[in-house]
């Protein structure tokens, strides 16, 4: 635990200036980011005696052991870079929404030629229209059903769309007048664009002037004696306010607002967002977050608005915001909404009528939501808390192993061999710390030695940036290094606080195998001078756990938590693991001798393989004839001409179902004269094909 005042600046050090601060441990990880109108002052706030901090407060002061700041001109500038900071480092005792769910949103493709109505979750995409956030995918669906009779846009995916516009034959939607079939130009681009935008007006809330035009369609066709027409036109509107009967009129002035209500206690909140579009509920959310920081309702509003808004833009945000409590200060949070949106927003607390009655509603749900979220979090709390320790007496550990890493191999008869990394923290998948690895130290099957090369270039690398930095952070070496690491997902390069994959040891690491691959684990730590990780194996035969230098196996109860835990783990590894390699050899199947092309990319090689049909027709083509495809000059043509030269044919692929040679056309794309369709296909020697996935 460190000492505030060991890193306490100087006075009159701090410049009484907006800004934003961070603090730092002593491992560089940023652990805190706040802003604050007078960085003196608030900065004064921390290091004054720690009997009179608030716990919290004073379990960050005592983890920190460095303080940093970035002066700004406005008190919106300390607000923007607040957000960016928290959203780049992610530091632990910053509050941090967490949804319960990832929410759908009924999304309209704008982008497209033929736009298409569809569910969608995760990050918004430009040129995309969004509706919503919804409780449920299905409520998305019943909507849009009932809306198709009205506005028949199309839903379909881009594969049924190309496949009906080959065959010139609708889908059913198409054959029940539930879509307009521009796949088969039944409508012009032009006007089934005019219909999207006319669903995504209705779906905006403007549904008056659609119903109002339907009624008079409908009663010229009855004057006119059109009576089928009329009923057709009555089902539509009937349609229409059944799926405006889904979103009650909550407020009678046709309303654009969001509601946020706040629900907390000592240690948790929880939010609840209400979206409003023209006087009707269009989209509901919820967050949860643990208070490791001392914050006020007000600031608890201001990291949501943060949360809510900070990827937004224009009507995204809307012209009113209404919440328990305002943010301290307020101007600049709401001059901060106004620049997001262009134009003036209101953000206040509803003080009577309509929307203090609906604020009533989204203030029930958000309490409901904490007590529903306590219920859950404490059954998993325990559970989860009752594996490690089972795991910690079970090992005979110290402590309760807070991290865990499990690595598994994976090849297919000793091709492709790979390893994975899997990492939990608090019983809980950490999947931003997944690594991947490429055995390249020797050729072959050999399970015992790649695991010994695998524990040994993680903690190497581990232990050579300790060793470089005096800090336990540790830099990614990119893509792929000499020894043919391949990182899960991009991370950052820099030293600068953010998360890292290798930045922390585990306390045990957890290997998929028996004794062997423990003995393999444990002897690379020991050559490196590591003795404080905990090693242990779990075998899949009988579920034993293996310990180095033990002669037998320890075995835990079959409804023990810290088993089941320990499989989860080692299931995950596996999994990880399984699909890298699955990756890899599937690559390697796919590979044409266009790849080793040098200069040509995956543009011109798919307008070469269209241009020609096939490997086997580009081979026997001219050089002129290689000219005529787009993109292509003759230096070119001749570098594939001669490429193309060199390289043999690969070997015919096999039909594993009947034993037939398949008739390869070189592109990737293997044909058969015989056997059933759908029949695996695989290709090289016999041993291969008899090779199992590990």
């Given at each position: 635990?460190a000492?505030?005042?060991?890193?306490?600046?100087r006075?009159?050090q701090?410049?009484?200036?907006p800004?934003?601060?961070?603090?730092?441990?002593?491992?560089r990880?940023?652990?805190y980011?706040?802003k604050a109108?007078?960085?003196?002052?608030?900065?004064?706030?921390?290091?004054?005696?720690?009997?009179?901090?608030?716990?919290?407060?004073?379990s960050m002061?005592?983890?920190?052991?460095?303080?940093?700041?970035?002066?700004?001109?406005t008190?919106?500038?300390a607000?923007?870079?607040?957000?960016?900071?928290?959203?780049?480092?992610?530091p632990r005792?910053?509050?941090k929404?967490?949804?319960?769910k990832?929410?759908?949103?009924?999304?309209?493709?704008?982008?497209?030629?033929?736009?298409r109505?569809?569910v969608?979750?995760?990050?918004?995409?430009?040129?995309?229209r969004?509706?919503?956030?919804?409780?449920?995918?299905?409520?998305?669906?019943?909507?849009?059903?009932?809306?198709?009779?009205?506005f028949?846009v199309?839903?379909?995916?881009?594969?049924?769309?190309?496949?009906?516009?080959?065959?010139?034959?609708?889908c059913?939607?198409?054959?029940?007048?539930?879509?307009?079939?521009?796949?088969?130009?039944?409508?012009?681009?032009?006007?089934?664009?005019?219909?999207?935008?006319?669903f995504?007006?209705?779906?905006?809330?403007?549904?008056g002037?659609?119903?109002?035009?339907?009624?008079?369609?409908?009663a010229?066709?009855?004057?006119?004696?059109?009576?089928?027409?009329?009923?057709?036109?009555?089902?539509?509107?009937?349609?229409l306010r059944?799926?405006?009967?889904?979103?009650?009129?909550v407020?009678?002035?046709?309303?654009?607002?969001d509601?946020?209500?706040?629900a907390?206690?000592?240690?948790?909140?929880?939010?609840q967002i209400?979206?409003?579009?023209?006087?009707?509920?269009?989209?509901?959310?919820?967050?949860v977050t643990?208070?490791?920081?001392?914050?006020?309702t007000?600031?608890?509003?201001?990291?949501a608005?943060?949360q809510l808004?900070?990827?937004e833009?224009?009507?995204?945000?809307?012209r009113?915001?209404?919440?328990p409590?305002?943010?301290d200060?307020?101007?600049?949070?709401?001059?901060?909404?106004?620049g997001?949106r262009?134009?003036?927003?209101?953000?206040?607390i509803?003080?009577?009528g309509?929307?203090?009655?609906?604020m009533?509603?989204?203030?029930r749900?958000a309490?409901?939501?904490?007590?529903?979220?306590?219920?859950?979090?404490?059954?998993?709390?325990?559970?989860?808390?009752?594996?490690?320790?089972?795991?910690?007496?079970?090992?005979?550990?110290?402590?309760?192993?807070?991290?865990?890493?499990?690595?598994?191999?994976?090849?297919?008869q000793?091709?492709d061999v790979?390893?994975?990394?899997?990492?939990f923290?608090?019983?809980?998948?950490r999947?931003?710390?997944?690594?991947?690895?490429?055995?390249?130290g020797?050729?072959?099957?050999?399970?015992?030695?790649?695991?010994?090369?695998?524990?040994t270039?993680?903690?190497?690398?581990?232990l050579?940036?300790?060793?470089?930095?005096?800090?336990?952070?540790?830099?990614?070496?990119?893509?792929?290094?000499?020894?043919?690491?391949v990182?899960?997902?991009?991370?950052?390069?820099?030293?600068d606080?953010?998360?890292k994959r290798?930045?922390?040891?585990?306390?045990?690491?957890?290997v998929?195998?028996?004794?062997?691959q423990?003995?393999?684990?444990?002897?690379?730590?020991?050559e490196?001078?590591?003795d404080d990780?905990?090693v242990?194996?779990?075998?899949?035969?009988?579920?034993?756990?293996?310990?180095?230098d033990?002669?037998?196996?320890?075995?835990?109860?079959?409804s023990s938590e810290?088993?089941y835990l320990?499989?989860?783990?080692r299931?995950?590894?596996?999994?990880?693991?399984?699909?890298?390699q699955?990756?890899?050899?599937?690559?390697?199947?796919?590979?044409?001798?266009?790849?080793?092309?040098?200069?040509?990319?995956?543009?011109?090689?798919?307008?070469l393989?269209?241009?020609?049909g096939?490997?086997?027709?580009?081979?026997?083509?001219?050089?002129?004839q290689?000219?005529?495809v787009?993109g292509i000059?003759r230096?070119t043509?001749?570098?594939?001409a001669v490429?193309?030269?060199?390289?043999?044919?690969?070997?015919?692929a096999?039909?594993t179902a009947?034993?037939?040679?398949?008739?390869?056309?070189?592109?990737?794309?293997?044909?058969t004269?015989?056997?059933a369709?759908?029949d695996?296909?695989?290709?090289?020697?016999?041993?291969?094909?008899?090779?199992?996935?590990t």
């Open positions: 635990m000492d505030p005042s060991s890193y306490r600046p006075p009159g701090i410049p009484d200036s800004g934003v601060y961070k603090f730092r441990d002593e491992h990880r940023v652990i980011v706040g109108k007078s960085l003196r002052q608030r900065l004064a706030n921390y290091f004054q005696d720690l009997a009179g901090l608030h716990p919290r407060t004073r002061v005592t983890t920190a052991a460095s303080v940093e700041w970035t002066v700004v001109s008190e919106v500038e607000l923007q870079l607040e957000y960016s900071w928290i959203k780049e480092f992610d005792f910053n509050v929404y967490r949804d319960d990832s929410y759908p949103y009924l999304a309209v493709t704008m982008n497209e030629e033929f736009p109505v569809q969608m979750r995760g990050h918004k995409k430009k040129g995309v969004y509706f919503g956030p919804y409780a449920h995918a299905w409520a998305i669906r019943d909507t849009v059903d009932l809306l198709l009779r009205v028949p199309r839903t379909c995916s881009t594969g049924v769309f190309k496949n009906a516009a080959r065959t010139g034959r609708p059913l939607l198409g054959y029940i007048g539930k879509c307009s079939a521009p796949c088969v130009g039944r409508i012009t681009p032009e006007d089934h664009l005019d219909l999207a935008e006319e995504c007006d209705f779906m905006a809330g403007r549904t002037t659609y119903l109002r035009r339907l009624e008079k369609q409908m010229e066709a009855a004057e006119e004696l059109e009576y089928e027409r009329a009923a057709r036109l009555r089902d539509d509107i009937g349609a059944k799926a405006m009967e889904k979103s009650a009129v407020l009678a002035d046709a309303t654009d607002a509601l946020v209500a706040v907390e206690d000592e240690l948790e909140a929880a939010v209400f979206h409003v579009r023209g006087g009707r509920v269009r989209g509901q959310r919820g967050w643990d208070k490791v920081e001392e914050v006020t007000g600031a608890l509003v201001e990291h608005l943060q808004y900070g990827e833009r224009g009507d995204a945000v809307p009113e915001v209404l919440v409590a305002l943010p200060p307020v101007e600049p949070v709401q001059e901060w909404l106004t997001r262009g134009a003036g927003v209101s953000l206040r509803p003080q009577r309509d929307k203090k009655a609906l009533e509603t989204v203030q749900n309490q409901q939501a904490l007590a529903l979220h306590k219920t859950r979090r404490a059954s998993d709390l325990t559970t989860r808390s009752r594996a490690l320790e089972e795991i910690a007496e079970a090992l005979d550990l110290d402590s309760a192993p807070l991290r865990v890493e499990c690595y598994d191999i994976s090849h297919l000793g091709d790979v390893a994975s990394m899997v990492v923290e608090d019983g809980l998948q999947k931003g710390e997944y690594r991947r690895f490429q055995i390249k020797f050729a072959g099957q050999d399970d015992v030695r790649s695991m010994h090369e695998v524990i270039r993680r903690f190497r690398r581990y050579a940036e300790k060793e470089r930095t005096g800090e336990w952070a540790d830099g990614d070496p990119g893509p792929v290094d000499a020894g043919g690491e990182p899960a997902v991009p991370a950052a390069t820099e030293d606080g953010r998360p290798f930045a922390y040891p585990p306390q045990l690491v957890v998929d195998g028996g004794r062997p423990v003995a393999a684990a444990r002897r690379a730590l020991d490196l001078g590591i990780i905990a242990c194996g779990l075998a899949k035969r009988l579920e034993e756990v293996w310990l180095p033990e002669e037998d196996p320890v075995v835990l109860p079959r810290g088993l320990l499989q989860r783990v299931d995950e590894a596996h999994r990880f693991a399984i699909s890298y699955r990756t890899k050899r599937a690559k390697r199947f796919r590979s044409s001798p266009l790849d080793d092309v040098p200069g040509l990319g995956e543009t011109r090689k798919q307008a393989i269209k241009h020609f096939s490997v086997k027709r580009l081979r026997s083509a001219t050089i002129d290689i000219c005529e787009p000059g230096k043509a001749e570098t594939i490429a193309l030269a060199q390289s043999a044919p690969a070997a015919p096999v039909n009947t034993g037939e040679i398949m008739e390869d056309d070189e592109d990737g794309a293997p044909e004269t015989a056997g369709p759908g695996p296909v695989t290709a090289g020697s016999p041993d291969e094909r008899r090779g199992q996935e």
